[in-house]
């Protein structure tokens, strides 16, 4: 079964970094294409970007683009999300997904808080 952990969250002022992590463990971290979304209470799930284990990065959302960005090390079965120029609508929690590659089988992190604020 795929575990995801989250880490790095926080408190970051606006115009800021942050670097999110998230630890993969269960299965063969390169049969999954990894990314991140966010979501906030009782809005809806709004998907951001993914890579395959092959470096192919998809970016979903226009209001990240130019400022997220992906990694993933296959070595350390590890994705990161760096945020850079952070905003007050930033503010929300992140989740790190899972999505297996030959078929429907997906796992989500527990999610973690990014509070951007000065």
């Known amino acids: 079964q795929v575990q995801l952990v989250e880490s790095g969250g926080g408190l970051v002022q606006p115009g800021g970094s942050l670097r999110l992590s998230c630890a993969f463990s269960?299965?063969?971290?390169?049969?999954?294409?990894m990314g991140w979304y966010r979501q906030a209470p009782g809005k809806q799930r709004e998907l951001l970007i993914d890579s395959t284990s092959g470096g192919l990065i998809t970016n979903y959302a226009d209001s990240v683009k130019g400022r997220f960005t992906i990694s993933r090390d296959n070595a350390k079965n590890t994705v990161s999300l760096q945020m850079n120029s952070l905003k007050p609508e930033d503010t929300t929690v992140y989740y790190c997904?899972?999505?297996?590659?030959?078929?429907?089988?997906?796992?989500w992190g527990q999610g973690i808080l990014v509070t951007v604020s000065s």
């Open positions: 269960g299965d063969i971290f390169s049969a999954y294409i």
């Open positions: 997904y899972a999505k297996w590659k030959f078929g429907s089988r997906e796992a």
